[in-house]
């Protein structure tokens, strides 16, 4: 009897550390891949995006209509930071990040002209821009107009979307930022109104350009 004890001893110990080991890994949940991005356009218009990974991420980005950038888990150290060009096609933009770690997806779209293209467009006000999202899940937004336009931001409930509004006027102040707080529904949208006459019209047209929308899992 004395002999057989040590065995079922052993087989306690065994078990025990099993179940220990499986009850850590069931409350340690799975690590973020994405920490944090930042969507930029500049004042030549190029759009590009910049990205910070944990130092175990592999990054794969496949150029197609929606542009995903898939991120997984690695045994190995990788760089952390990141940055992919892109370009407006048929005044669209759309980046997907899908993190294979969690299952979780963050879409991306832009509406914008093409600068390249457009002649006298919506940019004679917007002079560049970029959007953070940071790591305690707020948006910071950058941007900067172009001389003697006046800028108001304001939140529109109709439209569940912050609204920048752009106008001509005398102002010295060409710089600005703002934090922005996800919504419950973990949808950001945003828009830059320009308000300017078209053609011959004795009334202001409000155009809608650029606009971002962010889609967060």
Known sequence: MYKIAPFFLLLTIVFTSCSSNQVETLSNPQEKLLQSYTLKRDVNGAYSIDFNTTNNTDVVTVKNKSNDIILSEVNRKTASNHSNKFSIENDQLKIGFLDENRGKRTRISVEDDNITLAKGGVTEFLNSYNITKKEDGTFLLNFKVNDNVTTTFVYNEDKQAYEVHLSNGKSKQKNFSRTINTPSANLIRL?????????????????????VEIIVD
């Open 191 to 211: 828009d830059f109104v320009n308000h300017k006459y078209s053609g011959r019209s004795t009334q202001l047209a409000s155009i809608r350009k650029p606009r």
